[in-house]
């Protein structure tokens, strides 16, 4: 088999993938058309796909996939009932009378609505809707407002409980176990999404804390791009309601999964449940709401599903055609070993970033490339948190990241393009100085998980 056939569909599936077509059925179309014609041709053996619906039947059967509509719905929940307005007003009242106040609260409620939503187009557009117009009314300069809302938008890549650490997470610990049997460890050691949001805790506040001492210094050194908001007085009743019920929620569905007493998809059933009972206690639930709830949700649980079909249609093809034994090769025979062969992961990652959501990356490039870097010898939880950072910062790049197109699709017309892509440049090197310390200091991802 000629292997540089698997490369030439994946370089088809990129190209038809940038042309704007649906994304599970370009994987699983172009992988069954290159099956078809190889077949023909005799440079394909159709016993490939006879693993198919054995990987179909294991993907809709994993237990901890349900974890994601679970954790959608929760982040639909808390959206379509107002908790996110409600938590922003609070937090505004609370720090907005500060130099920079308002955009240090608009960080920490994106950090906690991207913790329940996970999902960066749902952050970004909420909190631009929600705290935009505000800043902008309060003189807040239109670069660090909207990068501010931008990259904290990107946050729902890397703080736990994230879907995209359930995904990563699920992929990594099968791609961990066939590097371990391919080193003839029988007795191979398992790596949970549990694990993935343990080591997330310190990376992602660190990115937090790196946020909000930026906006600090920029009410030190530019006061008048961050001024203090008069905000109306809110009494200290009004201020718990708001902050008090979403944090504990979130506590307690981090918690259960760190303290090892529930699986990340027990925790989502919680999660759900509980923003479901704090809706109804606010009177936020009726039918229609309910319909949209479950109908949001839905849409998207399956186009998840349906995409990971579509990798695993893929991902056959891929391996029948030989492809994964020439990466492997190509890495192997690279100068400069496991160094240069990660850092060419990164940089093909952050690329197709600009092009393709962290779902597709996700299904269609780790389980190629991840194997293989377990087998050379990276931890898979570092590796784990240093895609999705990778991803984030490419969502947040301009001229295509996808941060800045939500965003440019909620903001007024009085706010041009070009102040998004100021705004998020400060954002982007914060990102990449934490990328550059996890490389330097894996611990920063292993060490929190190894004590647990």
């Known amino acids: 088999m000629d292997g540089s056939i698997a490369l030439w569909m994946f370089a088809a599936v990129c190209g038809l993938l940038m042309l704007g077509y649906p994304v599970a059925f370009t994987l699983a179309g172009t992988a069954l058309l290159f099956a078809a014609v190889g077949t023909i041709a005799g440079g394909f053996d159709p016993a490939f796909l006879e693993a198919l619906p054995g990987r179909l039947f294991g993907t809709i059967s994993n237990v ?16 379509k009932s107002k908790v996110a307005e409600e938590l922003l007003e609070s937090m505004s009242a609370l ?15 994106g950090m906690l609505l991207a913790a329940s939503t996970g999902i960066v187009g749902a952050t970004v557009v909420t909190m631009g809707l929600l705290s935009l117009p505000t800043m902008l009314r309060a003189g807040y300069g239109p670069s660090i407002a909207t990068g501010t809302i931008c990259a904290t938008g990107t946050l729902g890549q890397i703080i736990p409980p994230s879907i995209a650490l359930v995904l990563l997470g699920d992929i990594l610990s099968s791609s961990y176990q066939q590097a371990q049997l391919k080193l003839e460890v029988f007795n191979p050691q398992t790596v949970s999404v549990g694990d993935l949001f343990v080591g997330a805790i310190i990376p992602g506040l660190l990115l937090v804390g790196l946020y909000c001492l930026y906006i600090l210094g920029m009410a030190l050194l530019r006061p008048g791009s961050v001024p203090p908001v008069k905000t109306r007085t809110m009494s200290w009743g009004k201020l718990l309601h708001g902050l008090i019920p979403p944090l504990i929620l979130i506590a307690v ?35 229609n709401k309910l319909q949209e ?67 597709e990356i996700t299904f269609v490039v780790v389980p190629i490339v991840g194997p293989i870097l377990l087998l050379m010898g990276v931890d898979p939880i570092w590796l784990g948190i240093m ?36 705004g998020v440049i400060p954002f982007i090197c914060i990102q990449l100085l934490v990328l550059a310390a996890l490389w330097v200091w894996p611990q920063l991802a292993t060490w929190l998980s190894a004590q647990l």
């Open 253 to 287: 569905v981090l918690g259960s999964i760190l303290a090892g007493a529930a699986t990340p998809t027990e925790a989502a059933g919680v999660g759900a449940t509980g923003a479901l009972l704090l809706a109804a206690l606010r009177g936020e639930v009726n039918q």
């Open 95 to 109: 720090l907005g009378r500060l130099p920079g106040g308002l955009a240090i609260s608009v960080v920490l409620v």
């Open 293 to 359: 709830i479950v109908t949001s949700t839905l849409e998207t649980t399956a186009m998840v599903f349906m995409i990971l079909i579509g990798a695993a249609v893929f991902s056959l093809v891929f391996r029948g055609f030989g492809g994964e034994e020439l990466i492997q090769a190509f890495f192997a025979d690279l100068p400069g070993g496991v160094f240069s062969a990660t850092l060419l992961v990164m940089v093909v990652i952050f690329a197709l970033g600009f092009v393709l959501d962290f779902i």
């Open 64 to 79: 901890t996939l349900i974890a994601v509509p679970l954790f959608v719905m929760m982040g639909v929940i808390l959206e």
């Open 387 to 422: 895609i999705a950072i990778n991803l984030q910062t490419s969502f947040l790049t301009p001229p295509f990241g996808f941060a800045l197109f939500y965003l440019r699709g909620v903001a007024p017309d009085s706010v041009p393009t070009s102040a998004i892509y100021r």
